[in-house]
């Protein structure tokens, strides 16, 4: 344990709080949320994995480690001349905010000289993929509300939040579950390889996409979606796209 430090509960240092500060941009509400509440709380333990693993609550909580890990808040990477830096925040559960700092290879060094930087929380629509600068696919899946990003080289995809500008990390396997479902797909050699929707990404329709997605959303109840108005609005575009086909033949 550093001199700086003691047993919990304790502050954060102003070393741990910078690095998770800076997979939470300022610019953005639901970021800054979170900014604001890691000011005023205290590490008060280790989460269930140890070592870099910790959680942060009220100053007389107790961490839980009998629960499984909340899902993936912010997350990204800062590369320093001194050291690689991974940097995890969960979603805050019951006042409690589970993160992870880990520095590749050794301990976090006092100082950094910072060489580059990426994460998901800084990405917008229209923005190339972070880290890579790779093909990022977008749909809409509520206009003004809701935007699903793909990112087909990192295989991942996340939920743009207009209201808020968080990007949630949607977990692919049960979404593909879904849009096996929605493709009538029983193939188990396909069900079984949820990647294979990165790989094939282009075969897959936008509404095919929206369809799965809604049914994810229903089932996991993550995303405050107005079902009733969303899916009369997909369904009136379909039918004046099929009208538009039947018209030109």
């Known amino acids: ?3 700086n430090e003691k047993e919990f509960p304790r502050k954060l240092t102003s070393l741990k ?8 941009p300022e610019n953005k509400s639901g970021y800054k949320h979170y900014r604001d509440k890691i000011e005023e709380l205290f590490i008060i333990g280790y989460g269930r994995f140890g070592g870099n693993n910790f959680i942060l609550g009220n100053e007389n909580a107790k961490p839980d480690i009998s629960i499984s890990s909340s899902p993936v808040f912010a997350t ?3 590369v320093y001349k001194e050291a690689t830096v991974d940097i995890t ?5 019951d006042e409690k905010i ?7 290879g050794g301990e976090l060094p006092e100082k950094f000289t910072e060489i580059n930087k ?4 800084e990405w917008i629509p229209g923005n190339k993929g972070p880290k890579d600068n790779s093909y990022v696919r977008e749909i809409i899946i509520v206009p003004g509300k809701f935007l699903l990003a793909i990112a087909p080289l990192r295989k991942k995809m996340w939920l743009y ?14 979404f593909y579950n879904e849009l096996m479902r929605t493709r009538n797909i029983r193939d188990m050699k396909a069900v079984r390889n949820p990647n294979s929707f990165f790989e094939k990404i282009d075969s897959y329709h936008d509404q095919e996409i929206i369809t799965a997605f809604f049914s994810y959303n229903k089932y996991m109840r993550k995303f405050d979606i107005n079902y009733s108005t969303t899916e009369s609005v997909h369904h009136l575009k ?9 018209k030109r033949g």
């Open 76 to 78: 990204g990477t800062n």
């Open 17 to 24: 709080k910078a690095l998770l500060f800076s997979i939470l």
């Open 238 to 246: 379909k039918r004046k796209s099929l009208l538009s086909i039947f």
């Open 118 to 121: 990426w994460n998901y929380s």
């Open 1 to 3: 344990m550093k001199a």
């Open 161 to 174: 939040d207009f209201g808020n500008g968080v990007n949630h990390l949607i977990p692919i396997s049960n």
């Open 89 to 93: 925040i969960h979603e805050e559960v």
């Open 98 to 104: 589970e993160f992870d700092i880990s520095a590749r």
